[in-house]
């Protein structure tokens, strides 16, 4: 049967820097971490890429994802992808999707819903204490229900809403599984 071998398997992870964010300026975007130059596009900092979301707005969050179409000849499949982010005040994930060749949409989530995730727990040495904000981070993994066969490229897409307060949301990267296709 096609598909069911999943031999050769793979995982890549893209840093929180690599984020894409859709809708930009002061409108959608407010300042945060208690920097002002932040307005209108959020902050990237090694720890995390994080964003305030202004009260009543929508915006859309983009990770390309690195796609090994082959691999020795071979063709290959997405299993599943993986999102590290939290969420804080009003904001919430509203809906993930992945774009697969840039017009094939394919829902991961249902709309409105919050993702199922893990707690990823983080405890920084006592030396550097000091230095590490408080963090809630979570991981969602979402498995393809069948393994899509890559011709094209990938980004997986996130929209977060801040209905009746503004929020944030912090991103520490996004990450992609694949195999063979035979």
């Known amino acids: 049967m096609v598909g069911l071998n999943r031999r050769n398997t793979s995982t890549v992870w893209l840093p929180s820097a690599a984020v894409v964010l859709q809708e930009r300026g002061s409108d959608y975007i407010a300042a945060i971490d208690d920097a002002p130059w932040s307005q209108g596009h959020g902050f990237h900092r090694g720890f995390f890429s994080s964003f305030r979301i202004r009260a009543g707005k929508n915006v859309w969050f983009h990770f390309p ?15 599943a992808v993986m999102l590290m982010w939290e969420v804080m005040d009003a904001a919430q ?10 017009m094939e949409r394919i829902p991961l989530t249902e709309i409105g819903n919050e993702p199922p ?41 996130v929209g977060i809403q801040a ?3 503004d929020g944030t949301v912090r991103f520490y990267g996004a990450g992609a599984a694949f195999s063979d296709y035979s």
């Open 163 to 165: 209905a009746d307060g």
């Open 117 to 157: 995730f893990e707690n990823v727990p983080f405890d920084p040495p006592e030396l550097w204490r000091e230095y590490y904000p408080k963090v809630a981070r979570r991981l969602t993994r979402i498995a393809m229900e069948q393994p899509l066969p890559l011709r094209f490229g990938l980004q997986l897409s």
């Open 65 to 79: 994802l690195p796609t090994p179409t082959e691999a020795n000849g071979v063709q290959r499949a997405l299993d």
């Open 93 to 102: 994930i509203n809906w993930i999707v992945l774009q697969h060749g840039g």
